[in-house]
């Protein structure tokens, strides 16, 4: 017997020793699942989207429904430390787009807790014009925040106190990383 056929049948030995531990489980319960798939988009970049079997309610600025009350109320008074920071000033759309894309995926993935987007408050024009468009990142970035892509990773957004950019700004509470 060569030396790759006695690796490849001591391999099915350690194979056939680990299998004969496992056992069916009586339930007729479908188990909930997360898969994380990667993207490639290009050498540099890799994303990565959840897939989850249920759907997700949107987020509401403000709102803490979806976390627990302990968590609720150190988020509310910003007990979380802010782990990473997105400046959105100067960015058009589409670049805050895929900024705002890359930065939550790669803060989840870096098991980041707590993180803030500073979008700006908008453009200050006369207050009678009504056809002026104000602050369009910060109408779009909650839009986007509620996604399909990004969703899953979010469980509370809200804006955060005066000094930390008021209502130009999105303090994001994301899900744990397991």
């Not at 782990?83 to 100067?90: M, N, S, V, Y």
């Not at 995926?105 to 908008?122: D, N």
């Not at 700004?169 to 397991?178: G, H, P, S, W």
Request: charged residues 35%.
């Amino acid at each position: 017997m060569n030396k790759k056929a006695s690796e490849d049948q001591e391999d099915n030995l350690a194979w056939e020793d680990f299998t004969k531990t496992i056992k069916k489980i009586d339930t007729d319960e479908k188990i909930s699942y997360h898969e994380i798939k990667p993207i490639q988009i290009n050498n540099d970049i890799t994303y990565f989207q959840i897939e989850t079997n249920k759907n997700l309610d949107d987020l509401e600025i403000g709102s803490l429904d979806n976390i627990d009350r302990s968590t609720a109320k150190k988020f509310n008074r910003h007990e979380y430390r802010i782990e990473a920071e997105l400046d959105l000033h100067g960015y058009t759309e589409k670049k805050a787009f895929d900024a705002v894309t890359s930065f939550i995926k790669k803060s989840y993935l870096q098991e980041k807790r707590c993180v803030i987007i500073v979008t700006g408050k908008g453009l200050r024009k006369e207050e009678d014009d009504i056809f002026s468009s104000r602050g369009v990142l910060k109408d779009k970035v909650p839009q986007w925040l509620n996604s399909e892509d990004l969703r899953p990773f979010i469980l509370s957004i809200k804006h955060p106190s005066p000094s930390l950019g008021g209502t130009g700004a999105l303090y994001i509470l994301l899900k744990r990383n397991k």
